[in-house]
């Protein structure tokens, strides 16, 4: 028998919105108008003949039909999802070569590679870290993760994840007492200190993170500096000092107990990093398998977050 399904763009449409809760992000994720996104949605609600939105001025509400439509929906577009890319990536085969900040390679990336070498055991990865940006023309690369506002002029980019970043120690530095609270409470402690970051990044500063607490950015300082966010961190988990946590660096070692926040307060970067390149490179089949992988490790780890 004949499946009776609705068009697929249309339930695309529908399941977007629903999820990012508006036609606007949706048309972002799509690439289309918004336009065109609540005329799919439309089309859908015809031909289920059913609303399923209420559309009001502060957005859009699922209606009940809506609601309990969409997850299954939901589920049913990851489940595609997954085999598409599971096929692609088993079917991938060859040299891949992907630059990255060797911070970000080594607290992110590392610890995942595993499982994307599981997934496709035929794609040799040749992984180069630098703080230069690649020069697809000139050198040999097909992928790059940058940290950046944006993915930059002439290339295409899909935003892989954000950053946060909150103030970190190694559980040894308060001898078994009471860890600080407050911003104000480090005041007493060693502070840590990047002298390597972008101007454009004053999150990356004692001194801006103070400044922005209302605090005397003179009590931020003292402390050892570092130009190099490996050793940084390094220094952190020696027990040298408090330093400020990139969240995709220090994850792992804050899960195995390295590291533990210090403080409840936290700066979201502006910036993220995004899976940058020319974009006839993302329809080769090895760069694809591995931005399909990529994308899905950040979406999990922000489900589970």
Not at 149 to 171: D, I, K
Request: positive net charge; charged residues 20%.
């Amino acid at each position: 028998m004949a499946r009776r399904l609705p068009p697929l763009n249309a339930l695309r449409a529908f399941e977007a919105s629903a999820r990012l809760g508006s036609f606007v992000a949706a048309a972002a994720e799509l690439h289309v108008s918004a336009a065109a996104v609540s005329q799919q949605v439309r089309r859908l609600e015809r031909y289920l003949d059913t609303m399923l939105f209420q559309r009001l001025a502060r957005g859009l509400v699922l209606t009940e039909e809506g609601r309990d439509y969409l997850p299954e929906l939901s589920a049913g577009f990851d489940l595609l999802g997954e085999s598409t890319t599971r096929l692609r990536t088993q079917r991938a085969g060859g040299v891949l070569t992907v630059t990255a900040l060797a911070a970000f390679a080594n607290g992110w990336l590392l610890p995942r590679l595993h499982r994307f070498h599981e997934r496709a055991s035929r794609v040799e990865v040749v992984l180069r870290t630098s703080r230069t940006l690649a020069d697809f023309k000139r050198d040999a690369i097909d992928l790059a993760i940058r940290f950046a506002p944006g993915p930059g002029r002439g290339l295409h980019g899909e935003l892989l994840c954000g950053e946060e970043l909150f103030p970190v120690a190694s559980p040894k530095l308060f001898g078994g007492g009471r860890t600080p609270d407050t911003l104000a409470a480090l005041a007493g402690y060693p502070l840590l200190h990047d002298i390597d970051a972008h101007p454009e990044q004053p999150w990356m500063s004692w001194r801006a993170w103070f400044e922005r607490a209302g605090l005397d950015p003179a009590s931020a300082a003292r402390g050892t500096q570092f130009t190099d966010s490996i050793v940084l961190t390094g220094a952190a988990v020696a027990g040298l000092g408090i330093a400020l946590g990139r969240g995709p660096h220090v994850a792992q070692l804050l899960a195995h107990g390295q590291l533990v926040r210090v403080t409840q307060e936290s700066w979201r970067a502006p910036w993220s990093y995004f899976l940058v390149a020319p974009a006839a490179h993302f329809r080769r089949p090895v760069v694809r398998a591995f931005v399909d992988w990529a994308l899905a490790e950040a979406r999990d780890e922000s489900v589970s977050a």
